[in-house]
C-alpha cells in the first residue's frame, strides 16, 4: 500500500474507467477527446489524497479522498470526500479495499476530517462499511401547461455565465445558511462542472435593492428545459426564478430538473399533477465520534445519557461515549457510562445526527434501542432541518 503519484495517472485512470465499465466511444460521444479524459483526472491526483495497492509496478487497488469543507447546522465541519474507489476484478476478495478504507480514514482523522462523504455506487457495500444515506435528490417532470402563472415581484431575473462572480457569492450564502451543504472551493466547483458545462445558462435574480436572492442553472435542449440547480434566498427570488422557467411556454414542451431535498415541489403548484421521483443520493459517515461531536451544534442541553456505538471498521469509534453538560451548559464527552444506555451503530448515529432520521423514527424501525426518555431527549437536541447537497464527485 502507498500513495499515488502523478506518474500513476494513466493506471489510476484506466482503473477507473474498467471498473465504471467507461469506454471511449461512450467518452467520445460526450465531446472528450483522449487527452481531455486523462487531464480531467489531473486534478484527483494533484489535489486528493490517494492510496492503493500494488502487484509489484501494477496498480490494482485505490481510494482517493478529497479535502473539502460542508456545513453542519450552521458549523463549518472539515470533511474527507471520497471518490475514485475501485479495485480489478481479479484482485477482489483479498481484503484490500477493506484495508484502504481503514487507513484512508485513518489519516483522514490524522487530518481532522471528522466526516465523510461519497456518493455510493453501491448502497449495500457502504452501509456496511459505517457510511449511511444523509441525502435525497427528486428530480420531477413539468408539462408546459402545468407551469404556474406569473406571480408579481419586485426584482429581475438577469442570464450570465455561470462562472459569474455574482453566481458564485450567492451560492456561498446559500451554502453556509444550508444544512449538508458543501462550501465550495476551487476544487469543488471544478468538481461541480467536471462533467458537464456546455451550453449550460445562469439566470440570477435580483432583488429591489440590485442585489442577488437566488439563481438557476439551465439548458434548453429538444424542446425540454433542463434545471441542473436552482438556488434561492427568499421566496421572492423562488417566485422570480419560477416566473423565467414559465416565460419559456412557447419553446418547451416540459420542464425536467432536480431538487436536492426530499421536499415535493408538487404542493407548491397550482397543478400539482406532476411527476416526481424521489432517490437517496449522498452518503456519510462519522471518521471520529469524538472529534465531530466537539463542534456538534446541540438545539439544547439535556440530562447525561451515554451511547454504545458499534463502528465494525473504525476501533477509535468502539465502545461507550457519554454526553454530559456541566453548569455553564458546556458539552463534554466522556468515554465511561453515566446516565441511561443507547445501543447504536456508527451508520444509524451519523444519519441521525446530520437530521436526515429523526430518533424516534429509528427507534421504531430497530436501528437503535434506548428509553422514552432518551429518545425525547435526542428528540430536542438534534436540530430539525432538511438536509441538502447537490454536489458530486
Given at each position: 500500500?502507498?500513495?499515488?503519484?502523478?506518474?500513476?495517472?494513466?493506471?489510476?485512470?484506466?482503473?477507473?474507467?474498467?471498473?465504471?465499465?467507461?469506454?471511449?466511444?461512450?467518452?467520445?460521444?460526450?465531446?472528450?477527446?483522449?487527452?481531455?479524459?486523462?487531464?480531467?483526472?489531473?486534478?484527483?491526483?494533484?489535489?486528493?489524497?490517494?492510496?492503493?495497492?500494488?502487484?509489484?509496478?501494477k496498480l490494482?487497488?485505490?481510494?482517493?479522498?478529497?479535502?473539502?469543507?460542508?456545513?453542519?447546522?450552521?458549523?463549518?465541519?472539515?470533511?474527507?470526500?471520497?471518490?475514485?474507489?475501485?479495485?480489478?476484478?481479479?484482485?477482489?476478495?483479498?481484503?484490500?479495499?477493506?484495508?484502504?478504507?481503514?487507513?484512508?480514514?485513518?489519516?483522514?482523522?490524522?487530518?481532522?476530517?471528522?466526516?465523510?462523504?461519497?456518493?455510493?455506487?453501491?448502497?449495500?457495500?457502504?452501509?456496511?462499511?459505517?457510511?449511511?444515506?444523509?441525502?435525497?435528490?427528486?428530480?420531477?417532470?413539468?408539462?408546459?401547461?402545468?407551469?404556474?402563472?406569473n406571480?408579481?415581484?419586485?426584482?429581475?431575473?438577469?442570464?450570465?455565465?455561470?462562472?459569474?462572480?455574482?453566481?458564485?457569492?450567492?451560492?456561498?450564502?446559500?451554502?453556509?445558511?444550508?444544512?449538508?451543504?458543501?462550501?465550495?472551493?476551487?476544487?469543488?466547483?471544478?468538481?461541480?462542472?467536471?462533467?458537464?458545462?456546455?451550453?449550460?445558462?445562469?439566470?440570477?435574480?435580483?432583488?429591489?435593492?440590485?442585489e442577488?436572492?437566488?439563481?438557476?442553472?439551465?439548458?434548453?435542449a429538444?424542446?425540454?428545459?433542463?434545471?441542473?440547480?436552482?438556488?434561492?434566498?427568499?421566496?421572492?427570488?423562488?417566485?422570480?426564478?419560477?416566473?423565467?422557467?414559465?416565460?419559456?411556454?412557447?419553446?418547451?414542451?416540459?420542464?425536467?430538473?432536480?431538487?436536492y431535498?426530499?421536499?415535493?415541489?408538487?404542493?407548491?403548484?397550482?397543478d400539482?399533477?406532476?411527476?416526481?421521483?424521489?432517490?437517496?443520493?449522498?452518503?456519510?459517515?462519522?471518521?471520529?465520534?469524538?472529534?465531530?461531536?466537539?463542534?456538534?451544534?446541540?438545539?439544547?442541553?439535556?440530562?447525561?445519557?451515554?451511547?454504545?456505538?458499534?463502528?465494525?471498521?473504525?476501533?477509535?469509534?468502539?465502545?461507550?461515549?457519554?454526553?454530559?453538560?456541566?453548569?455553564?451548559?458546556?458539552?463534554?464527552?466522556?468515554?465511561?457510562?453515566?446516565?441511561?444506555?443507547?445501543?447504536?451503530?456508527?451508520?444509524?448515529?451519523?444519519?441521525?445526527?446530520?437530521?436526515?432520521?429523526?430518533?424516534?423514527?429509528?427507534?421504531?424501525?430497530?436501528?437503535?434501542?434506548?428509553?422514552?426518555?432518551?429518545?425525547?431527549?435526542?428528540?430536542?437536541?438534534?436540530?430539525?432541518?432538511?438536509?441538502?447537497?447537490?454536489?458530486?464527485f
Amino acid at each position: 500500500m502507498k500513495t499515488l503519484e502523478m506518474e500513476h495517472l494513466t493506471q489510476f485512470n484506466d482503473l477507473l474507467r474498467y471498473v465504471f465499465q467507461v469506454t471511449n466511444q461512450e467518452l467520445h460521444e460526450v465531446g472528450w477527446a483522449e487527452d481531455e479524459i486523462e487531464q480531467a483526472k489531473r486534478p484527483v491526483l494533484r489535489k486528493a489524497d490517494v492510496i492503493g495497492w500494488f502487484d509489484g509496478d501494477k496498480l490494482i487497488s485505490q481510494m482517493a479522498v478529497y479535502p473539502m469543507n460542508v456545513n453542519i447546522f450552521g458549523e463549518i465541519y472539515k470533511m474527507g470526500g471520497v471518490t475514485g474507489v475501485g479495485t480489478y476484478p481479479e484482485y477482489a476478495n483479498f481484503g484490500l479495499m477493506h484495508r484502504l478504507m481503514r487507513q484512508s480514514l485513518k489519516e483522514m482523522r490524522d487530518r481532522e476530517q471528522t466526516i465523510s462523504y461519497l456518493y455510493p455506487y453501491s448502497i449495500p457495500y457502504y452501509r456496511r462499511k459505517g457510511w449511511e444515506i444523509i441525502t435525497d435528490v427528486m428530480t420531477f417532470t413539468i408539462k408546459d401547461t402545468q407551469l404556474p402563472e406569473n406571480v408579481p415581484v419586485k426584482g429581475m431575473v438577469e442570464r450570465l455565465d455561470i462562472e459569474h462572480e455574482d453566481v458564485l457569492k450567492t451560492y456561498d450564502r446559500f451554502a453556509r445558511n444550508q444544512h449538508v451543504a458543501m462550501i465550495r472551493d476551487s476544487l469543488a466547483w471544478e468538481e461541480y462542472w467536471r462533467w458537464e458545462r456546455e451550453e449550460m445558462i445562469a439566470a440570477v435574480y435580483y432583488d429591489e435593492a440590485n442585489e442577488p436572492q437566488g439563481f438557476m442553472y439551465y439548458w434548453i435542449a429538444d424542446d425540454i428545459f433542463h434545471m441542473k440547480e436552482m438556488v434561492y434566498l427568499t421566496q421572492e427570488a423562488r417566485h422570480g426564478l419560477w416566473n423565467f422557467i414559465s416565460a419559456h411556454f412557447s419553446m418547451v414542451t416540459h420542464v425536467k430538473g432536480k431538487m436536492y431535498t426530499n421536499a415535493p415541489i408538487a404542493f407548491l403548484m397550482e397543478d400539482s399533477d406532476i411527476t416526481e421521483t424521489i432517490h437517496p443520493y449522498y452518503m456519510a459517515r462519522i471518521v471520529d465520534v469524538e472529534g465531530f461531536f466537539k463542534k456538534y451544534p446541540f438545539a439544547e442541553k439535556q440530562a447525561d445519557f451515554h451511547f454504545r456505538v458499534t463502528d465494525d471498521l473504525l476501533d477509535w469509534n468502539q465502545g461507550i461515549f457519554a454526553f454530559t453538560w456541566d453548569e455553564n451548559g458546556d458539552f463534554e464527552m466522556v468515554k465511561e457510562a453515566r446516565g441511561e444506555a443507547v445501543e447504536i451503530d456508527i451508520q444509524t448515529l451519523t444519519t441521525m445526527f446530520f437530521g436526515y432520521k429523526r430518533p424516534k423514527y429509528l427507534r421504531k424501525i430497530g436501528r437503535l434501542m434506548a428509553s422514552d426518555m432518551v429518545v425525547k431527549q435526542l428528540e430536542k437536541m438534534i436540530p430539525n432541518e432538511t438536509p441538502y447537497f447537490s454536489d458530486y464527485f
